[in-house]
């Protein structure tokens, strides 16, 4: 009977080794040959007029020969506006490890630029939107995504825009033409608001000198870490939390995440109120304070470098891959001389050093001010120099967009 069983046991197993060799082998002959991947060097032209400010517009499109159906449907489109063969210039050629684009951003490309000259910017900012989320790193979407928003009144979204595209690729031509534009206008905006910030830093100051300041402070306190939570969806109230960590008993009702939270911003807070007596800040400290914030949240990844891909909203995060060079390069800038003689207002990256990615970048210097040596941006000059930029920005009409955070966008119509 034993015998007998084994037999069968070995007969199964050897039919199984069997079926899998054959599924191996019906996939490597009939499935992998379709997936093939050909490459086409690109042929086409791009369809849309070059604007007189900017030298070039770069951005990816999926090459076709010419005989393919795409051609035939950019050329229909290209007669259907009559445009100009003259206007429109040809499209730049991609570096070979950049070349291939995926298939859907291509798709995405051309039907914002349908939509674009269409008229219906909606659709078009959509569309550009996810073709930057799809192709991360690709200088020249994030270009023309930006040169998009700048025709329509979001500048300083724009100038960000350039300086992700500038710390992709630091010799774009169209991204260093398009932010030498627009910095002196969204310099002259910062320096406006870092004005109003000095003079509400004063009015704090005058405020300090009462004798009931100190309890001012301490509600503030609560208030910092009330909207701290609160953006993440915490359901407490002011008093709620003031009463969990001023007795560290439990609110009922109130879920066990909610009162991790707030006990781990408030150890957080306090940690970076004794890092403020230390002179260099280290990745290790940073860490220290993502511990902190996190630690009673979750444990398993509060305090490390993480490795995967984040999305929040439509904002993609850099690869995990490269989180630890981008942590080093931070760290660098956050204790080099430029960043302790800075606006505490400015949030710059130091991605890049290249040369032109510098000539990209404002200057920054220390100037007096009637509370003392007050690190400001360098834009002083600028507001007093006569260059064109000046001249549109008495022209421009100022949008502010405030989102559900308290942040504040401001966009300029020029």
């Known amino acids: 009977m034993n015998i007998i069983v084994i ?3 070995i007969l199964i197993s050897v039919i199984c080794v069997l079926l899998v060799l054959l599924q191996q082998y019906y996939f490597i002959v009939n499935v992998h040959e379709t997936f093939t991947i050909h490459n086409f060097n690109p042929e086409f ?3 849309i007029p070059k604007d007189v400010r900017s030298s070039e517009l770069g951005y990816p499109i999926e090459s076709y020969n010419k005989d393919s159906v795409e051609n035939s449907i950019l050329n229909d489109l290209r007669s259907a506006l009559n445009l100009d063969s003259e206007e429109s210039g040809s499209m730049n050629v991609l570096d070979d490890d950049r070349r291939h684009t995926d298939s859907e951003v291509y798709y995405t490309i051309r039907a914002a630029l349908a939509f674009k ?5 909606n659709k078009a900012m959509k569309l550009f939107e ?3 989320v799809m192709a991360l790193g ?3 979407i994030l270009n023309w995504y930006g040169e998009f928003l700048e025709r329509h009144n979001d500048i300083v979204t724009a100038d960000e825009l350039y300086c992700k595209a500038l710390s992709y690729s630091p010799e774009h031509r169209a991204a260093l033409s398009n932010k030498e534009r627009t910095t002196p206008v969204v310099d002259m905006l910062d320096l406006k608001l870092f004005h109003e910030i000095e003079k509400l830093k004063t009015r704090l100051k005058e405020r300090m000198k009462l004798d009931n ?3 001012v402070k301490k509600q503030a306190y609560y208030l910092h870490i009330h909207h701290t939570v609160g953006i993440e969806g915490n ?6 939390l003031r009463y969990v960590l001023e007795t560290g008993h439990v609110i009922s009702g109130k879920t066990l995440l909610e009162h991790n939270e707030i006990l781990g911003l408030e150890k957080a807070i306090q940690y970076v109120k004794l890092l403020t007596r230390t002179n260099y800040i280290s990745i290790k400290k940073i860490l220290g304070i993502h511990r902190r914030v996190m630690g009673y949240v979750d444990p398993m990844k509060s305090g490390v470098l ?14 995990p891959d490269q989180i630890a060079t981008l942590m080093k390069s931070y760290v660098k800038w956050l204790n080099s001389e430029e960043a302790r003689r800075m606006h505490p207002g400015i949030r710059k990256r130091n991605t890049n050093k290249s040369n032109k990615d510098k000539q990209a970048k404002p200057s920054v210097k220390s100037v007096k001010t009637e509370n003392g040596d007050a690190p400001v941006n360098n834009l002083e000059a600028i507001i007093k120099s006569s260059s064109p930029a000046d001249e549109k920005l008495e022209d421009c009409k100022k949008k502010t967009d405030h989102d559900g955070s308290g942040d504040a966008r401001v966009s300029v119509e020029v």
């Open 7 to 9: 037999t069968i046991s």
């Open 45 to 47: 032209e791009d369809f």
């Open 117 to 121: 000259l269409a008229g219906k910017n």
């Open 130 to 132: 996810h073709a930057s």
């Open 138 to 140: 690709n200088a020249d």
């Open 213 to 215: 300041f100190d309890s």
């Open 235 to 240: 359901t407490m109230t002011v008093e709620q």
């Open 306 to 319: 993480r490795d995967t891909t984040v999305f929040i909203g439509s904002h993609v995060s850099s690869p």
